[in-house]
């Protein structure tokens, strides 16, 4: 379990269990959700935490062991001594947060005499900083005080005990005598007057320790440099004992792999000589090695940022380290260096570190190499770690960079998926516009389903139709008629309904004997139903039966299924026999045009049958009838023209002839 625990850094999640439990502290594991600047073996945030309570004895009436620890680290900083975080007060325990690190005597079993060999170069060099530049004594070089990085690098700790030379007297080696390593502690230290050379007998101890199970010809001057330990670094006169830094000159320090390791840590001071040279033989002299030695001590510096932007490296040694090695290797392509698991557990961790650089030239060379190694991520660590950074990228003024990041996108697409890479709703716009299925016995040995194409020697009456086949009377001639197209008649004229079926019994014998040359042009016949049929519907070109036919057979479609079924073949084949026929009578594909075509009005035949008879309007003329005038017709009463009688008195009325006609 994890608990919070409030301190200066945000989202710090300490373990509950103790790696490492000493007199003056307990050594903890924790993460920092928020933050990937401190670096661990799995780039996730891993940090150290030390708790230390107050302790009693006369070194630490002024401040707690833990605390000078803590004010040592802040104060020297080395790339060979642990690295200082953070420190807080909680009650009346001091926290000490640092790099991740774990105590060498846990993991020292596991390491390679290479490893070691590198690892007390690193104790060295911190040594000899703080002697000759810092002009301080460690007082505690033991196994104890050494910590090994997430990255397999030692740190020099245990600062606890570090002082001035000044202040390294006989009283105070007694007093710190009691948490001491008691093996690194000269037995005659109180009788020498000369008290600086306390830490060139204790590392001359450690010496022995770290290479106890190490066979002496296991590593380059292994034998020599422990007799030169023994004869002078624990020399019974502490005047003849050498200074540190002598030992950096030694052959142990100096072979082959120990130069390799020097060169790339001190890389910025090398000319540019130095590094072509460098970088063009560094491959073929680390083949010799084990590989996981060389992942694990050298991987970081391969890929280092100084390494990474030189040009040289970049084309002689970032290509192989990026790609894992492949027993299968196509031919004329170069192997990768390190091997599959050996990638996955060493550089794996570094690349989704530099997936987090800001810097173009890194991003780009890691993008150029994407498809090399995109394949040892886990689907959760692309989608949480390498996605949003590739996405990120896409947002960038560099045409080069976007144009790079959407390429490794492309790579991601079949591995998450398009909904994980892209995002968003998405819509089917394209279909598969292949055929639904081809029998593998058609395809020749020459052909390739990859490019969707399909070669075959088989004559085109051997093919396989997707259409089907429709055999005429006669059963020496076939004619391949599509269901699916429908072909755009024109609506039958007023009184079509008269003609009798006897005109397409008529016209169908009449066209029925057609010659076998016509399977010359099967594909074009097949071309003209689909895209011509419609626009040669026109009764210049047509015999009017065609149109007669297809008037009769929408207005089937309504009948039952069964009288479907009956007549459908017949009718379909002359729809067919009608397309063709028209197409022999077209010598240009234009004259389907309606506005190239042309139309002799005076050249009526008289055969001809006139659509539009029985539409001409009968306008009648209005009949005129002529009425004889009738000599009495003056004399006629009417009741709405009235003309009175003189000869009727004035007061007489209607009289009863009102209703009289």
């Not at 070089?141 to 997430?150: C, E, F, L, Q």
């Not at 007297?169 to 007093?175: P, V, W």
């Not at 995109?374 to 959760?380: I, M, Q, T, Y």
């Not at 050249?603 to 009838?625: G, L, N, Q, R, Y």
């Amino acid at each position: 379990m994890m608990g919070n625990d409030s301190s200066q850094l945000s989202g710090l999640e300490i373990e509950e269990k103790a790696i490492e439990i000493t007199d003056f502290w307990c050594h903890y594991q924790a993460t920092i959700n928020d933050s990937c600047r401190y670096f661990s073996l799995k780039g996730d945030g891993s940090v150290s935490v030390f708790k230390g309570e107050a302790a009693v004895g006369p070194l630490w009436s002024i401040s707690t062991p833990l605390e000078k620890f803590s004010n040592n680290l802040l104060k020297y900083r080395h790339p060979c001594i642990v690295r200082y975080i953070s420190a807080w007060q909680q009650r009346s325990t001091l926290h000490l947060a640092t790099e991740y690190v774990q105590p060498l005597s846990h993991i020292l079993q596991s390491l390679t005499p290479l490893q070691i060999c590198i690892g007390l170069n690193n104790i060295l060099r911190a040594l000899v900083f703080l002697q000759e530049q810092a002009g301080m004594s460690h007082n505690n070089v033991s196994v104890s005080a050494i910590y090994v990085t997430g990255d397999g690098q030692w740190k020099l700790g245990g600062l606890q005990y570090l002082c001035p030379f000044v202040d390294v007297t006989a009283a105070y080696l007694r007093h710190a005598r009691i948490h001491r390593y008691d093996k690194a502690v000269d037995p005659n230290e109180d009788s020498y007057e000369i008290t600086t050379k306390v830490d060139q007998y204790a590392f001359a101890v450690l010496v022995d320790d770290v290479f106890k199970d190490c066979k002496d010809d296991e590593v380059p001057h292994l034998k020599e440099f422990k007799k030169y330990c023994r004869d002078y670094l624990q020399h019974q006169n502490p005047a003849k004992r050498p200074n540190l830094s002598e030992l950096l000159i030694h052959n142990f320090f100096n072979h082959e792999f120990i130069s390799i390791y020097k060169f790339l840590n001190f890389l910025p001071l090398k000319s540019e000589e130095e590094k072509c040279q460098f970088f063009s033989n560094i491959l073929e002299n680390l083949k010799c090695y084990d590989e996981e030695t060389v992942a694990k001590q050298l991987g970081g510096l391969l890929l280092s940022r100084l390494t990474m932007l030189d040009q040289t490296a970049r084309k002689d040694v970032i290509p192989f380290i990026l790609k894992p090695k492949n027993d299968r290797i196509p031919n004329g392509e170069a192997s990768g260096f390190f091997s599959l698991s050996v990638f996955k557990e060493h550089i794996k961790p570094r690349l989704m570190q530099l997936f987090g650089v800001r810097d173009s030239q890194i991003r780009m060379l890691l993008l150029r190499h994407f498809s090399k190694f995109v394949h040892v991520f886990s689907h959760e660590e692309l989608s949480q770690h390498i996605l949003p950074e590739l996405l990120l990228g896409i947002k960038d003024v560099d045409d080069s960079l976007v144009s790079a990041t959407l390429i490794c996108l492309s790579e991601l697409v079949p591995i998450l998926g398009a909904d994980t890479v892209i995002g968003g709703k998405r819509s089917k716009f394209f279909s598969d516009g292949r055929p639904n299925s081809k029998p593998k016995s058609l395809l020749s040995a020459t052909s390739q389903a990859t490019d969707n194409v399909y070669v075959t020697t088989k004559s085109l009456r051997d093919l396989p139709c997707s259409e089907e086949i429709y055999e005429t009377d006669d059963r020496n001639e076939l004619i391949s008629f599509d269901k699916s197209i429908t072909l755009n008649e024109r609506p039958s004229p007023v009184g079509g309904e008269s003609l009798d079926d006897d005109i397409i019994v008529t016209e169908l014998h009449t066209n029925k004997e057609e010659s076998e040359d016509d399977w010359s042009d099967w594909e074009n016949n097949r071309q003209l139903t689909t895209k011509v049929a419609p626009a040669i519907l026109d009764e210049d070109v047509i015999p009017k039966h065609f149109v007669r036919m297809k008037s009769i057979e929408e207005n089937s479609t309504s009948a039952s299924n069964s009288s479907m079924k009956v007549i459908s073949e017949s009718r379909t084949t002359l729809l067919q026999k009608a397309a063709i026929e028209a197409k022999k009578n077209i010598l240009d594909i234009s004259e389907l045009d309606i506005k190239n075509q042309k139309y002799d009005f005076s050249k009526k035949s008289s055969d001809e049958f006139d659509f539009f008879a029985d539409m001409t309007p009968v306008i009648e003329k209005p009949t005129i009838v002529n009425i004889a005038q009738n000599s009495d017709s003056q004399n006629l009463s009417s009741k709405l023209n009235f003309v009175p009688d003189e000869s009727i008195e004035e007061n007489e009325a209607w009289g009863e002839d009102w209703n009289d006609e």
